[in-house]
């Protein structure tokens, strides 16, 4: 433990937490070295929900010795269950303690959504222990679950900490220091855990010591959402153009009901990804006619002066100028002014036909191209398109077109840009063709929508270069 509390600290921890319902010790001097020596600041922990490996007596016993010699230590903060802050016993001990503070936490699972009623009552019943911090960890079924958790760290009078559990609880930390939560979890190492941000990123990408009430959230809505690279890019070039916002990822389910919940101008904007492009047109209230023409919006920005949602496309331009320019490049006339694109009179190859399919589809038939979606009419000269996940890490040994029938196309672009070379690309330039990669997409529609987000310019060479040093 002593190395991990090292490694948090290089990682650029402010508070290290002790878990000692989780360690192996057979007498309690082992946790006084412990406690006594570390070099962050510390909250001591033992939950006893976690750590039932004998009796509930007994561990109830060992809980309170821990617990209590933690406080005779005068560590920074101690947290018990809210069971354990009840016995009368260790009431005694919180009201004659000295400098620790008492983090009282309640575990809710189970008995329906959470309601601002359900967890006002639970933090009335913590605080009565005589907390100096209350701390609600929650199981959630669906990210519109946190809405009542976020209205109670906005209006709750007393700190307080939130820990929704699961992939769909993440922002609960992302945005805990927007809505007033007393402090934020991250894992180690790098290493992933459902709903928590690696402590890593908390301190390279989202540097939430820049968060405060006023600022403006915005987020991919999508599922999966674990492979965007949206926030190593937005919240960067936020901070560069002194933009107070903060760009999350947001693991939705039901597209309809996340925009029916999360409707407050704090909600300001949205990249909308796999598989809710299309369903999201319907959640607008006004559509471009671009992405009405194509069906589907990879954008919705909540319009200041009236709240209401606007539904753009900036995949269409992005997919088709990216692949315009590198044509242009292979025929040699690039710079050269035209008022033709190269993709006129071109079979246009498609693979994949949702949100992102549409947006290619139109784009190609706006500029003279044959769209077809796949099939196995191979002729030379032919413009190959994938716009399906197929390929997408962690499938990234897979790819949509067997490579001998990649020799038929001229240019292979594929929208994929987890990882930024595909199979895909990999086999079509071995045979010869002009590939583009989906990176080169995810570069253009993204300075779109920070153009959208922030009403103003997008700082395209630092976002540009940002995306090819990380990817």
């Known amino acids: 433990m002593q190395a991990s509390i090292e490694q948090a600290k290089v990682e650029g921890a402010d508070l290290v937490e002790l878990c000692i319902d989780s360690m192996e010790f057979s007498h309690i001097s082992e946790v006084d070295k412990l406690i006594q020596h570390p070099t962050l600041p510390a909250i001591v922990s033992y939950r006893l929900k976690s750590s039932r490996k004998s009796s509930d007596e007994a561990c109830k016993n060992t809980c309170l010795q821990v617990l209590r010699r ?3 230590l005068d560590v920074e903060f101690v947290e018990m269950d809210y069971e354990v802050a009840s016995d009368p016993l260790m009431s005694e001990i919180i009201y004659s303690r000295s400098n620790t503070k008492i983090i009282v936490s309640s575990y809710l699972n189970g008995g329906g959504k959470p309601t601002t009623e359900k967890l006002g009552d639970v933090i009335a019943c913590m605080q009565a222990t005589g907390a100096d911090v209350m701390k609600l960890e929650i199981a959630v079924d669906s990210i519109t679950d946190l809405a009542p958790v976020f209205e109670m760290l906005t209006h709750c009078q007393v700190p307080l900490i939130a820990l929704a559990v699961g992939s769909r609880g993440l ?7 927007k809505f007033g939560g007393f402090l934020v979890y991250g894992s180690l190492g790098g290493k992933s855990v459902p709903g928590l941000p690696t402590l890593v990123s908390l301190k390279q990408v989202y540097q939430l010591e820049h968060i405060n009430p006023d600022t403006k959230i915005f987020g991919l809505v999508s599922n999966p959402v674990g492979h965007s690279k949206g926030p190593i890019l937005h919240n960067p070039a936020f901070r560069h153009t002194r933009f107070n916002g903060i760009y999350v990822p947001m693991l939705v389910d039901d597209v309809k009901e996340f925009f029916r919940t999360y409707s407050g101008t704090d909600f300001a904007g949205f990249s909308v990804g796999i598989p809710h492009k299309e369903p999201a047109v319907a959640c607008c209230d006004e559509v471009h006619p671009l992405a009405k023409s194509i069906g589907a919006v990879n954008t919705i920005i909540r319009r200041p002066i009236d709240g209401k949602l606007v539904g753009y496309n900036t995949d269409c331009e992005s997919a088709i100028s990216a692949i315009e320019d590198a044509l242009r490049e292979r025929q040699g006339i690039n710079g050269v002014a035209s008022h033709t694109s190269p993709i006129a009179g071109k079979i246009f190859v498609l ?3 949702g949100g992102a399919g549409r947006a290619l589809a139109f784009g190609a038939k706006s500029r003279g191209a044959r769209v077809i979606i796949f099939n196995r009419n191979y002729e030379k000269g032919m413009i190959l398109a994938n716009a399906s996940a197929i390929g997408m890490e962690p499938n990234s040994d897979q790819s ?14 594929d929208a994929v840009y ?10 079509a330039a071995e045979v010869g063709a002009t590939v583009v990669s989906g990176v080169e997409m995810f570069i253009r529609q993204a300075l779109g929508q ?3 987000f922030t009403g103003g310019l997008a700082p395209e060479d630092f976002m540009r270069k940002l995306v090819l040093e990380q990817f």
């Open 70 to 72: 933690a406080l005779d």
């Open 171 to 177: 922002i609960s930390q992302l945005l805990g220091p």
């Open 351 to 353: 693979v994949g036909a």
């Open 400 to 413: 949509p077109v067997p490579k001998e029938a990649l020799k038929a196309y001229e240019l292979v672009f």
């Open 418 to 427: 987890t990882p930024r070379n595909t199979r895909l690309l990999r086999e």
């Open 450 to 452: 920070f153009r959208l």
